[in-house]
């Protein structure tokens, strides 16, 4: 089992940034794939990015250019930045955790979310 402590969020003005951070329970060597999602009002939740145990990164189209995926092995913490906000990124932003267990059964594990609002 991961646990996963999300924080970072607010209210920004658009043009800002933020750094949100996920703190897990365990090593993040032992976890295949950490990530961000997020959720915007009426909308379903949507990869953000994704960074591997390996280091390789992926970013949703929208975000590419101004976000950042990156983590702190030491910490067992990964981080967001989030660079020249506008109001589509308003939305609670989660953390996810995929395990790979032996014989292939995969698990994501989430936490509890932090609310991240731009106004214009």
């Excluded at 090593?27 to 915007?40: D, E, H, V």
């Amino acid at each position: 089992q991961v646990q996963l402590v999300e924080s970072g969020g607010g209210l920004v003005q658009a043009g800002g940034s933020l750094r949100l951070s996920c703190a897990a329970s365990t090593s993040i060597f032992s976890i295949n794939t950490m990530g961000w999602y997020r959720q915007a009002p009426g909308k379903q939740r949507e990869l953000v990015a994704t960074i591997t145990s390996r280091g390789s990164t992926n970013y949703a189209d929208s975000v590419k250019g101004r976000f950042t995926i990156s983590r702190d092995n030491a910490k067992n913490t990964v981080y967001l930045q989030i660079d020249v906000l506008g109001p589509e990124d308003t939305a609670v932003y989660y953390c996810n955790a995929r395990r790979t267990y032996s014989g292939g059964t995969v698990y994501n594990y989430w936490g509890q979310g932090t609310q991240v609002t731009v106004s214009s």
